[in-house]
């Protein structure tokens, strides 16, 4: 079979079956400031309520009421992670009907975080070529699903130097923005753990990979290079290093104090968040995109994300 021509005709039949609903999902708002265009557009990313997705908390949910539960938060987009739907990628059916629901709910697709797919800073190049495969049906469940980006990991081997983890993580992402270009897709990567939590380091891996689809999603929680040991990168630092090349942007909350109605506190690790001092630093930067909220105080977290937007709004005006 050739498989560049079977995943063309995947593109192009899914997209045929589901045009409809991805229009109408394209409609959702967010927040709106001053002058009725919004700073920031609040997204839901699914990782939030990942107990209920794994069947592990009550209630259980299902990858097909995504859209739905985002909508009952009064949130209009979602941001899907692939782990709950591993075996759906190339199926034109299951795509149609998340589009489908969606539309209905007249929330939209935003983007997909793509894990256990192999690293794309992988030593071997073989096996690096292999990972990098790996998610090319997930930029194609993307495209069909009108994402804008689908959220890779730049991972490499931990005992190799700073400077080759780099080049090799920056090899992988080649190849993959590659592919996802010619699909209109930008292929962003998250401070994720190790020297992906380093802000230097992934914007080294940015200016090695050098096109302009790919990009990083600044999670303002993940900065931990070795939580258990204590080493975190300063993630103010770290978001305005990133920003630049930001194409999406990931709020995480924990702890909410009402004398302090800007600051999150993360008990676990002892870590503050200001988020008037985290936003200005994302708007800054110029960007006025989708701002995702990955944890499992969702109400909470859109609350503040909104009390931030209405403080900035006229700073920003």
């Not at 589901?18 to 708002?29: E, F, P, Q």
């Not at 920031?40 to 009550?58: G, H, M, T, V």
């Not at 990991?153 to 270009?181: F, I, P």
Request: with cysteine; charged share 25%; hydrophobic share 40%.
């Amino acid at each position: 079979m050739n498989t560049a021509f079977s995943r063309r005709e995947f593109i192009r039949k899914s997209t045929i079956a589901v045009a409809a609903g991805g229009a109408l999902a394209a409609a959702g708002c967010a927040t709106v400031g001053s002058g009725g265009r919004p700073l920031y557009r609040i997204s839901l990313a699914q990782w939030s309520l990942n107990r209920r997705f794994f069947k592990r908390e009550e209630p259980h949910l299902d990858n097909l009421d995504f859209a739905k539960t985002a909508r009952g938060f009064g949130i209009d987009g979602i941001e899907y992670v692939n782990q709950f739907f591993m075996d759906k990628a190339t199926d034109v059916e299951y795509l149609a009907e998340l589009n489908n629901r969606a539309a209905g709910e007249g929330v939209q697709n935003v983007l997909i975080m793509i894990d256990r797919e192999g690293n794309l800073g992988e030593p071997d190049a073989a096996k690096r070529k292999q990972a990098v495969e790996k998610h090319y049906k997930w930029a194609d469940a993307a495209r069909v699903l009108g994402c804008h980006s689908i959220r890779v990991n730049a991972r490499s081997d931990a005992k190799l130097s700073y400077n080759e983890q780099m080049k090799l993580a920056a090899d992988g992402l080649r190849q993959l923005t590659e592919y996802c270009a010619r699909l209109g897709l930008g292929c962003i990567v998250e401070n994720h753990g190790g020297l992906s939590s380093n802000g230097a380091w992934l914007v080294g891996v940015m200016r090695e990979v050098n096109h302009p689809l790919c990009g990083t999603l600044p999670d303002f929680g993940n900065f931990g290079i070795d939580p258990g040991k204590g080493v975190w990168y300063d993630r103010y630092l770290g978001v305005k290093e990133m920003m630049p090349f930001a194409k999406a942007v990931s709020a995480k909350a924990s702890s909410f104090d009402s004398a302090r109605p800007w600051i999150t506190f993360d008990e676990r690790y002892g870590q503050e968040t200001d988020y008037l001092k985290m936003m200005r630093i994302v708007l800054d930067a110029g960007y006025r995109g989708w701002v995702g909220i990955e944890c499992p105080q969702v109400a909470e977290t859109k609350a503040l994300l909104e009390r931030v937007h209405e403080r900035l709004a006229s700073e920003y005006s």
